[in-house]
């Protein structure tokens, strides 16, 4: 098992029922990892303790394992099925990167690094969709140019 499905939320245990076998063949530190993962329903702002925006749609701490979910912004998004399942792997990503310690200074070679997680699942065209509706929501518009260099990237791979 991936994750601690703390809010039993489907598209979770979804995604787990498709992906997780071959995540841990092909990725050993999911092998019985058990992530926490939990959503924001009450709008608390619990993504304030990893981040310093609350408009991520996700945000991950591999130090105590946790992916934490902002209800919040996915009903903004309106996301589909697909496109969360392309977020959890990209996340899934940011958290092999940290236990293998391959962290980068450079945020960019992190979050393709991340987003390669979801390619490697056939979530390539989901994952750029998320993106081009974060963008045309305005999500990070601090970040705008390196998304745009995401969508491109993965349009390469």
């Known amino acids: 098992m991936i994750f601690n499905n703390v809010n039993t939320l489907q598209v979770v245990n979804d995604f787990e029922a498709t992906f997780g076998t071959e995540l841990v063949a092909n990725y050993p530190e999911l092998r019985d990892c058990n992530i926490k993962i939990y959503t924001d329903r009450e709008g608390d702002g619990f993504i304030k303790k990893y981040n310093d925006r609350d408009n991520s749609p996700y945000t991950s701490n591999h130090l105590v394992r946790e992916l934490m979910r902002s209800e919040a912004v996915f009903n903004e998004c ?3 099925r697909e496109e969360e399942f392309a977020i959890i792997a990209h996340e ?13 200074t450079d ?4 979050e393709r690094r991340a987003d390669a997680m979801a390619v490697f699942l056939g979530l390539k065209e989901e994952m750029i969709s998320t993106i081009r509706k974060m963008i045309d929501l305005n999500i990070h518009p601090e ?6 260099e995401r969508i491109n990237h993965l349009r390469r791979m």
Not at 92 to 104: C, I, N, P, Q, T
């Open 78 to 80: 309106g996301f589909t």
């Open 92 to 104: 899934l990503g940011h958290f092999v990167a940290g236990v293998r310690g391959e962290k980068s």
């Open 107 to 110: 945020n960019m070679e992190e």
């Open 143 to 148: 970040n705008k140019a390196q998304m745009e």
